[in-house]
């Protein structure tokens, strides 16, 4: 795909959702963390629903710690995998009050030390938390860049290089979101909504499905 076409699509989809952000509920870079590192083999909603109830409770490290793992479970167990999840959220406050006087560090390196914490979700993290002109590559955005043609990779590490690469400053920060939105309600996995596309047009996709 030429420069072109690839300016096209982020002018279009800016034009059409200009403030595009996460549909994770959250008020502080340590809610954040939490409802990402929660996400993982799950939905957005189901994350919601579990940190509405949560949050208001213990919404910081001390107070989850104080809460405890056993009702940390609870709170969290509509959400799948939260036995594990539960103990590296409990393992991540404890880190982030013992090396980081409890707050939610701003670097890559540290973030992706705490437990449950990876590169997809220190991308995160820094993008929407901190303003970091980051790429969090998840199933949604590795399908889009791939089928689009937008910036093919094999794996999800060189479709986030390729993205970084290839994607205008002005529309660094903001590509990761319209990507994974556009990916989870538009360019679905098993039959992309092509006529309903706004990008459509620049998109190099062979198998366009219509409307």
């Not at 709170?75 to 006087?101: D, F, M, P, S």
């Not at 929407?128 to 998840?138: C, K, L, N, R, S």
Request: glycine content about 6%; aromatic content about 6%.
């Amino acid at each position: 795909m030429n420069p072109a076409k690839r300016r096209l699509i982020y002018e279009t989809l800016r034009a059409h959702n200009p403030a595009p952000t996460t549909e994770l509920r959250f008020d502080s870079p340590f809610e954040l963390l939490v409802a990402v590192v929660l996400s993982a083999q799950a939905t957005d909603v189901s994350v919601n629903k579990a940190t509405a109830r949560l949050y208001p409770v213990a919404n910081t490290p001390a107070a989850i710690l104080a809460l405890g793992e056993a009702k940390l479970r609870d709170y969290i167990k509509i959400i799948g995998l939260y036995q594990t999840k539960a103990r590296n959220v409990i393992g991540l406050c404890q880190q982030l009050i013992e090396q980081h006087g409890g707050e939610v560090p701003r670097t890559r390196e540290a973030l992706e030390a705490l437990p449950g914490v990876g590169r997809k979700t220190a991308n995160v993290v820094l993008n929407t938390a901190f303003g970091e002109p980051t790429i969090a590559v998840d199933t949604h955005i590795f399908r889009v860049a791939n089928r689009s043609g937008l910036a093919p990779g094999k794996d999800v590490r060189q479709v986030e290089d390729r993205l970084l690469k290839f994607t205008p400053a002005e529309f660094a920060h903001d590509a990761h979101h319209w990507l994974i939105l556009h990916g989870r309600y538009v360019c679905k996995a098993r039959t992309p909504e092509c006529g309903l596309c706004v990008i459509a047009l620049w998109c190099e996709y062979r198998s366009k499905t219509k409307a």
